[in-house]
């Protein structure tokens, strides 16, 4: 359980704290011998992205002999604040400076940071050859964190998640050795790591898989305000749309929901004139009129730019933070009845709430999809099947408090689908929801791996240093 100098060393800077913990000053001691410095601006280090989670960590490296629970930080996006440990007396480490990003023009595998930025790397790579992978939309997101429980974004349904992509760990484990994790190597924990990452030690390093960034892009912006009749029947259409072959593998589509209407989102990574024809088509059955329509084409670093809605270049001290509450859902067939009762939800409770909400529908797997294609056991992301994916978010002001009793909102139209859904509904750890039990977490998150994920706990982590509120139980 001694985590020895050299693996600590790794990882600086440790974060020091001013949290009311019994061992602080005792660990406090230790890490000063150890010649192991704090972060000078600590209020900064500890803000999470989600300002309704609060969280302060505990002093100290040396915390690991005192028992402490670790937790790293890469870009410090999780929802549920994982990263400072999901509740108050975890030891944090902020792996901030370890950003960098290089491209072996041989084989042209990336060899990437943790807390990398998605709008760095991608910046990175295009500017090292012109090199790609599949990852989220939004810039400011820590490739640590997103590569260990999915990544998905535009690409995702012609190449995969970032994990797909991921062909090699560096993992400081619980015993302070560190180890290769990949298809030849600890191939255990490197299933493990490929859904369920944060629970099995720190990665310290990346290597992905890179691919030619495609120079063609069609983006299209359509938003509509429909009526609920017409909502229900564009919700038919989608479904259908995700499982059949009609929707070509080079599409990524989304309906981006809110009170003021809906927002067809989409990427098609091909030609204008190969394009026409196939949106065409998918017009042809979308009811009504839109009220704006932006479609254009982009080359690749465009295409990112466009669906981050802000600059693409993040700076090493990130300090965007919103202050919400978030849920998922990971659906493979929503009944007729479901989507009824979905959609009378959204024009009745949802549209009347008053408060900065959305709900995002990605087309996710389905027979075209690149995710769906992937062997079902070669990782532990458990959700391949899903054809849909749901975000669903409700912010409110940063100085503001969020209202007591709020998650009931989210809770509820969540509710529409699961309390009638045949089996487990899924839902995506990225999108971590606080509100779940870890029973209900483990089971949400990684449906029937979760068993396999518990074995390779025993095996790595069998003390659980590695812990949140929602993680795999040894
Ligand atoms: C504004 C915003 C936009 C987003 N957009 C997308 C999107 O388009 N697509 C998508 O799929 N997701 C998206 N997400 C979700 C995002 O993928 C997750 O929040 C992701 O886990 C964040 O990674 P991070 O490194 O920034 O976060 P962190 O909070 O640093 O880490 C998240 C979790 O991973 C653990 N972890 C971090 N680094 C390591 C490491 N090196 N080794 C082991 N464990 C580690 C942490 O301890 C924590 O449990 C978005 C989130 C936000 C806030
Ligand atoms: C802490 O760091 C942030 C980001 O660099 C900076 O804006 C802020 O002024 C710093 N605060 C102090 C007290 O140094
Ligand atoms: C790889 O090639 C690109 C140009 O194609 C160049 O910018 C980059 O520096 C090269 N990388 C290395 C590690 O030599
Ligand atoms: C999904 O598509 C498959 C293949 O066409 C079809 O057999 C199945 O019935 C579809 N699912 C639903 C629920 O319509
Ligand atoms: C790793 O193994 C999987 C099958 O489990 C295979 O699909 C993949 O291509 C392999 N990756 C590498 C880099 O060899």
Known sequence: MLIPKAAWTLVVPILASAAAVNKHTKLQECLTAEGIPGPANLTFTITPFNLRLPFTPVAVACGVKAGLKI???S?????AAHSLGGEDGHFMIDLKYWNSVVVDNTTYIATVGPAGRLGNI???LYAQGK???????????GVGGHVLHGGYGHASHSWGLALDALVEAQVVLADGSVVIASNTSNFDLFWALRGAGSSYGIVTQYKFETKPAIDQLI????????TKAQARQVLDVFQAYANST????EMSARLFIAASGVNFWGVYQGTQAQFDPIFNALLAKIPGTPQTSNIFSSDWIGSIKQWAFMDITMPLDYDIHENFYSKSMMTNWISAPELDKFTDYWYSVANSNTRDWYCIIDLHGGPTSAITAVPHDSTSYAHRNALWKFELYDRVANNVAYPAGGQNFLNGWVDTVKTTYPGTLGMYINYADPGLTKHEAHTEYWLDNYEKLSKIKTKYDPYQVFMNPQSVNS
Do not use: E, I, M
């Not at 090199?131 to 997101?141: E, I, L, Q």
């Not at 983006?219 to 429909?226: A, E, F, G, M, S």
């Not at 009609?246 to 593998?249: A, K, N, Q, S, V």
């Open 246 to 249: 009609d929707l070509p593998r």
């Open 131 to 141: 090199r790609a992978f599949s990852h989220g939309t939004c810039p400011g997101v």
């Open 219 to 226: 983006n299209w912006d359509l938003k509509y305000v429909w």
């Open 122 to 124: 991608a910046q990175s």
């Open 75 to 79: 870009g410090g996006h999780s929802y």
């Open 71 to 73: 937790n790293p930080k």
